[in-house]
């Protein structure tokens, strides 16, 4: 069982739709560089940080050095713990596909139908 604080910092992470979308892109490419994260989201440095802080601290993400760069990769079981069924949820919409806007936790429950 997952506690409060913990389902909580996870809804916190997907509540963001930068976030999300590199939640959907891990999901369905295994890893990311730093680098490639940065020229989805089209962000600063401070706020590719700030993101990658946020899902490292929700236990969504995993970070490694591969020589020069930081290599971002999903960590499936966090999530499967905290949302069962939400992975194969959110990698089954059609490609292109963009979550639908999220303001808070319950909305994001709403809209993936949880």
């Known amino acids: 069982m997952v506690d409060q604080e913990r389902l909580a910092r996870v ?3 997907l509540g963001d739709e ?3 979308r590199l939640v959907t892109e891990l999901a369905t490419r295994g890893e990311v560089t730093c680098g490639e994260f940065a020229t989805m989201c089209a962000c ?3 706020a590719l940080t700030y993101h990658q802080r946020v899902l490292s601290d929700a236990g969504l ?3 490694r050095r591969a020589g020069q760069f930081r290599v971002l990769t999903l960590r499936r079981e966090t999530l499967e713990d905290a949302l069962p069924g939400f992975l194969a949820r959110l990698t089954s919409r059609g490609a ?3 979550p639908p806007p999220v303001a808070d936790a319950a909305g994001l429950a709403q809209a993936l139908h949880l």
Request: aromatic share 6%; hydrophobic share 40%.
């Open 18 to 20: 930068t976030r999300l």
């Open 44 to 46: 600063s440095n401070s």
């Open 96 to 98: 292109g596909d963009t």
């Open 11 to 13: 809804f916190k992470a």
């Open 61 to 63: 993400i995993a970070v």
